[in-house]
């Protein structure tokens, strides 16, 4: 009995640490224009013009603040930069796209404004290993002139539209931070079911148990 309840607290602790880390504060950092929360975020995927599943991802501690709202939000065509880490001018047009760009070889503030340069209206930064990334500002930087959205997604993410654009179609991405959490809430039901199965258990033992004597 005992170890019921302990495992019923435990479940319950464990889910509420996980519905708290939906959202993430900004880093502090001593430029003061490094202001957005570093918030989960939703990349709309559309494929030849078919909506396909979003990618979860993390907006960044600079750039424009991704709107709430996908009425708000700029549906654009995405395009890897070329080289593919986006620290320098692209070869492969810009203007009016997503631009792609994976981490490594210079500071992700780099990778914004050169993109940003280009002509880009968003900048999806991607991770070389599972997990998205925590976009802070680099110490004693100036980042005042980066104000298109920045984000970062995951490998397993950038998979997914990888694959699309290697077969020759066109990808579209739309990038914005809903105002409600972002969570799975048939997983979380799914979750509450069996946690209340345990302690409809728990309590019916007891009880039985308290009859018998």
């Given at each position: 009995?005992?170890?019921s ?29 490094c ?6 975020m ?12 979003s ?8 750039g424009s603040?991704?709107p709430?709202?996908?009425?708000r939000?700029?549906?654009l ?7 593919l ?8 047009k ?8 994976r ?6 503030i780099?990778?914004a ?7 880009a ?10 997990g ?6 680099p110490?004693n930087s100036?980042?005042s002139?980066v ?10 993410g950038?998979?997914i ?20 959490p ?6 979380s039901?799914?979750?509450?079911m069996?946690?209340?199965t ?5 309590l ?10």
């Open positions: 009995m005992a170890f309840w302990r495992f019923i607290g435990l479940s319950i602790l464990v889910f509420l640490l996980n519905v708290s880390s939906i959202a993430h504060s900004a880093p502090t950092n001593a430029d003061k224009s202001s957005n929360e570093i918030n989960m939703l990349v709309k995927l559309w494929v030849n013009g078919g909506e396909e599943d990618i979860v991802g993390l907006s960044a501690a600079f603040v991704l709430t709202d996908t009425k939000a700029s549906r065509p995405a395009v890897y930069t070329q080289p880490n986006g620290c320098s001018a692209s070869s492969t810009l203007s009016g796209s997503i631009a792609l760009a981490r490594g070889e210079c500071e992700f780099t990778k404004t050169v993109a940003q340069a280009g002509g209206g968003g900048v999806v930064l991607i991770n070389n290993e599972g998205t990334l925590d976009i802070a500002c110490n100036t980042i002139n104000t298109i959205p920045v984000v970062s997604i995951s490998k397993e950038a998979d539209i990888d694959k699309y654009i290697n077969s020759g179609k066109k990808v579209e991405l739309l990038l914005y931070s809903p105002d409600r972002i969570v799975d809430y048939s997983v039901f799914i979750w509450l069996a946690v209340g345990i302690i409809c258990a728990a019916w033992k007891k009880f039985t148990q308290s009859k018998e004597r």
